[in-house]
C-alpha cells in the first residue's frame, strides 16, 4: 500500500515569504508527527497530532511555525516570515496510534534564500 | 549532554566487515529505534525494540535496558548498507522520538 508521501520534495523560497508543506499519511494512521532535520543533525521534533488535534506543539521553535490536520487525515505545516535559519529537511511520519511504530516519508528540503 | 549519543559519528569500513553501532541515552523509555537514512532519501525503520535482540537479515539489533544502551550491528557488509544510522527512543513522558545525531557508515568494495 502507499507510504507517507510529502508535497513539494524540494521547496526553495525568498527570505520573508509563506511556504507551506504538506504531508498524506498512510490511511488508518491517527497519529502524525513533523520534525525538521538540519543538515548532519539528527531530526527534531516538531508537533505531533493525533487525530485533528495537536497533541504536543512543544517543539515548534517560535510562532511563525503553525500546522493542521483538520480531517485527521493530511497534515500542513505552515511557516510565516521564513528566514535563512528555517533551512533544512522537514521530515512527516505517521503511526497507527501514539508509541506505535513511526513510518516516514521523504521528506520535503526547504531552503530559504 | 545530548539525551541520545551514538558512536561513532563516523564509520568507513571494507565489504564483509562486521560492523557495529553503539546508542546510549539517558531518558526512561519505552521503545527504541534504529532507523536508515540513504542520502537524499527518506528514512527507513529498521528495529523498534523494548527488550533483548531482534534479527532481520544481516542486521541485528540488542538492547540493554538496565544499562540503557543499545547496538546495532551489520554482518558481513556490503557497499549498499553505506547510510546514515539512526538512533531514536520513545520516551516514558512523551509520544515523541528522541534522535541520536546518527552516524555516517560508507562500506568501501
Known amino acids: 500500500g502507499a507510504g507517507v508521501s510529502q508535497t513539494p520534495s524540494n521547496k526553495v523560497t525568498e527570505k520573508g515569504k509563506y511556504v507551506e508543506l504538506r504531508c498524506d499519511p498512510i490511511s488508518g494512521h491517527t497519529a502524525l508527527y513533523w520534525y525538521r532535520q538540519s543538515l548532519g543533525q539528527g531530526p527534531e521534533f516538531l508537533i505531533y497530532f493525533q487525530g485533528t488535534g495537536a497533541a504536543d506543539d512543544s517543539g515548534l521553535p517560535n510562532d511563525r511555525f503553525f500546522a493542521v490536520r483538520p480531517e485527521g487525515s493530511v497534515s500542513t505545516l505552515k511557516i510565516q516570515r521564513t528566514e535563512r535559519g528555517d533551512s533544512a529537511v522537514y521530515l512527516c511520519?505517521?503511526?497507527?496510534?501514539?508509541?506505535?511504530?513511526?513510518?516516514f516519508g521523504p521528506g520535503t528540503r526547504l531552503t530559504v534564500t | 549532554k545530548n539525551e541520545v549519543e551514538q558512536s561513532p559519528q563516523n564509520l568507513t569500513a571494507q565489504e564483509g566487515e562486521f560492523i557495529t553501532i553503539n546508542c546510549s541515552y539517558s531518558v526512561g523509555i519505552s521503545a527504541l529505534h534504529w532507523l536508515q537514512q540513504h542520502p537524499g532519501g527518506g528514512i527507513v525503520s529498521l528495529f523498534m525494540?523494548?527488550?533483548g535482540k531482534k534479527k532481520h537479515g544481516r542486521l541485528i539489533a540488542t538492547i540493554n535496558i538496565q544499562e540503557k544502551h543499545s547496538s546495532l550491528h551489520i554482518t558481513a557488509s556490503h557497499p549498499r548498507d553505506s547510510a546514515v544510522y539512526i538512533c531514536?527512543?520513545?520516551?516514558?513522558?512523551?509520544?515523541?522520538?528522541?534522535f541520536g545525531t546518527g552516524t555516517r557508515l560508507q562500506v568501501f568494495p
Open positions: 511520519a505517521s503511526s497507527l496510534g501514539p508509541g506505535d511504530e513511526q513510518y
Open positions: 525494540l523494548s527488550s
Open positions: 531514536a527512543v520513545d520516551s516514558y513522558n512523551t509520544d515523541k522520538l528522541i
